[in-house]
């Protein structure tokens, strides 16, 4: 497919999936169920942690913690008592279990306690001359795992590219609070780091789908493949190239390209 029809191509298919409908059926609906910036952060940071296998039980499972969390999951972080942390003590998905989950929220509470978004978890170590997303995600998980008695098996919960990880699901977090367009889907709701220096989520569909379109040359699904793949689609949008997630997403996830 030549450059030009390509653009148009995923150009279509990022409208066609760029819309309201597409919430609901993704993890994004979860924090799309908040209005206060808070509670979005806090609740799309659970629902893309937890982003990984069946759509279906990601959302259920999401919205079980909100609801132990009683759909106040900034005001439960911060003002939670022992009492209020015995309804988690069930709470599983997957691998992360119980003792990820207590130190996720002593984590949030140490951060929501000194700032008000966790905009800056990611942005603090962005320097000014590199503001770069490989460095903030660098960052955040030195920051996330300062406190002490950090548990060992919480450590794989959050990937970082230091380790050569796609960042796949951090990255979607980042793409949900930074983009902001007509469709609806993701929230715009962080304004230091610009859509443009976002890298798109990458996982097995997606680069399936790259490779098709001959935008991935790397066989290997790792962070510098997050990288090629993103250095591809800023030829077709330098402002905005991770809004091509919603295509090769739907393409690959949806359509089974």
Request: net charge positive; with cysteine.
């Amino acid at each position: 497919m030549k450059q030009p029809s390509l653009k148009d191509f995923l150009n279509r298919k990022t409208e066609e999936y760029n819309q309201p409908s597409f919430i609901k059926d993704d993890p994004v609906s979860i924090p799309h169920l908040f209005r206060r910036q808070p509670d979005i952060e806090i609740a799309g940071f659970f629902a893309a942690v937890f982003a990984w296998g069946n759509r279906t039980t990601i959302i259920k499972k999401s919205l079980e913690l909100m609801q132990a969390m009683d759909m106040a999951p900034h005001q439960f972080i911060l003002q939670h008592d022992d009492n209020a942390l015995k309804k988690l003590l069930a709470f599983k998905h997957r691998t992360f279990n119980t003792t990820d989950l207590l130190y996720f929220i002593e984590f949030l509470r140490s951060h929501y306690s000194k700032h008000k978004s966790l905009e800056t978890a990611f942005t603090r170590c962005m320097e000014k001359n590199d503001a770069t997303v490989e460095n903030g995600l660098a960052g955040f998980h030195h920051y996330f795992f300062s406190l002490e008695h950090v548990p060992a098996r919480t450590r794989k919960h959050i990937a970082t590219p230091e380790k050569n990880s796609t960042c796949k699901r951090l990255n979607m977090f980042l793409r949900w609070m930074v983009r902001q367009d007509n469709g609806g889907v993701d929230f715009g709701i962080w304004k230091t780091i610009s859509p443009a220096q976002l890298i798109c989520p990458i996982d097995l569909h997606v680069a399936r789908v790259a490779k098709r379109f001959n935008l991935l040359p790397r066989k290997q699904i790792d962070w510098q493949a997050a990288l090629e793949l993103t250095t591809c689609l800023r030829q077709l949008d330098a402002a905005d190239p991770v809004k091509y997630d919603f295509a090769l997403f739907g393409l690959g996830v949806v359509e089974k390209f």
